[in-house]
């Protein structure tokens, strides 16, 4: 499964380098990729082992809020 989380709070490859660390805890996360211009992460993930609730948890337990999903 691939999900855009589209994230607040981006603003310096710092916060990027700290959401990748997030998706990388991650046990199920295949691949991410996160774009501070576009204030989001594609993310691949094995949905039988993660939800859409997961990864934005996780994501907002390092300090931004994921506004979307699509």
């Not at 855009?4 to 990729?33: P, Q, W």
């Not at 992460?41 to 997961?54: G, I, Q």
Request: glycine share 8%.
């Amino acid at each position: 499964m691939k999900k855009v989380f589209y994230i607040d709070g981006m603003t310096c490859m710092h916060c990027v380098g700290t959401v990748n660390r997030a998706l990388g805890s991650l046990e199920g996360v295949k691949s991410f990729d996160t774009k501070l211009d576009k204030k989001y992460s594609e993310v691949e993930y094995d949905e039988t082992k993660l939800s859409e609730a997961d990864i934005k948890s996780a994501i907002e337990e390092w300090g931004y809020k994921v506004v979307d999903i699509k």
